[in-house]
C-alpha cells in the first residue's frame, strides 16, 4: 500500500509516517518510479508506535522495544544503559498512574450514573431518548 492509504487506515499523516520511516521504526519499499510502499504488516505497527507516542515514550526508546512488541519473548538489551532502563522504569510508572487515575474516573462516572437511576443508567445508551425532559 502507498503512504496515503496507510495514512488513512492508521489516522497518521503522511508527514509523520514519512518521520517514523527516518527515524527507523517502520519500513519501506521504493517502488521504480521512487513511491513508497508499506507492506500491511505496518499498518499494526504504526497503531503501536502511535499507543507508545501518546504513553509518553520517546521514540528512541519505542525503536527499542518495538521488536519485542512483534515477537514477546524476544528480548534486546543491545542499547540498553541504566539511564535508559531507569527511563522505562519512569514512564511505566507513569503509565501505571494514569491507568489508576483514568479508573478511579471511570468508576466515580458510573457510580454517578447509577445514583442518576434509570434515566442515568440510559444516559450511555445511544438508542435512547435523548430529548430533554421538562
Known sequence: MRIGELSQRTGT???LLR????QGLIG????????????????NRVLQIRG??????PTRIIKQILP??????ATHFSDMTPE???GLELHRDRMTARINCL????????HYLDALGPRGAG????TADSSPTR
Request: aromatic share 8%.
Open 13 to 15: 499523516p503522511p508527514r
Open 19 to 22: 518521520y517514523y520511516e527516518e
Open 28 to 43: 519501506a519499499d521504493r517502488t521504480p518510479n521512487g513511491y513508497r510502499e508499506y507492506d500491511d504488516s505496518n499498518v
Open 52 to 57: 507508545l507516542l501518546d504513553a509518553g515514550l
Open 68 to 73: 519485542c512488541l512483534d515477537e514477546p519473548l
Open 84 to 86: 535508559t532502563i531507569a
Open 103 to 110: 479508573t478511579r474516573n471511570r468508576d466515580a462516572v458510573a
Open 123 to 126: 444516559a450511555g445508551d445511544p
